[in-house]
């Protein structure tokens, strides 16, 4: 087992190439959806200001 880790010497890349890959692909999967939380939070504060704007100066 430890020769199959070790991968004749260059184990030490192969897994850190691993885990460079596995880390991007965790960010690559959670960023998209952290851009839209904030997104969305940002288009609900525009959408209650644009409310009160108009409630308090009602159009004749």
Do not use: H
Not at 19 to 44: G, N
């Amino acid at each position: 087992m430890s020769d199959f880790l070790a991968m004749g010497g260059y184990g030490v890349y192969v897994w850190a190439s691993y885990a460079v890959f596995f880390v991007l692909l965790a960010i690559d999967f959670i960023a998209p959806r952290l851009r839209r939380r904030r997104v969305l939070a940002e288009l609900r504060g525009r959408l209650r200001r644009q409310q009160r704007k108009t409630q308090e100066n009602p159009s004749p």
